[in-house]
């Protein structure tokens, strides 16, 4: 199997491989783990990783590569997510007021 077979495997079943509430740190401890075990015994693991998502992105900063993939996957940060999603929240509870989530 291919490591390019082998991810698409875990990426069609993360639970099996990370954990049923698998998170973004859950993944990267695994890929990790996947990288060292493959340098241990003579594999590429993930070498290269890094300098291709710092060329993928256009720039470099400090970061290790969780958070260029943060940084590739949310480029204008969490922040703007976290408060667009707020406000979008905001606005339908002010056009419905009274009205509250079942959850």
Known sequence: MSEREYFACVGQRP???????SSFHQLTAFLTGYDQHAMRHGGQG?????EWLVARRGRSCNHAWPGQVLHVALPEGWNNIAFQLLDEFAAERE????????D
């Open 15 to 21: 639970g099996m491989f990370v954990g049923t509430a």
């Open 46 to 50: 993930l070498t290269g990783w890094h």
């Open 95 to 102: 056009a419905h007021p009274g009205a509250q989530n079942s």
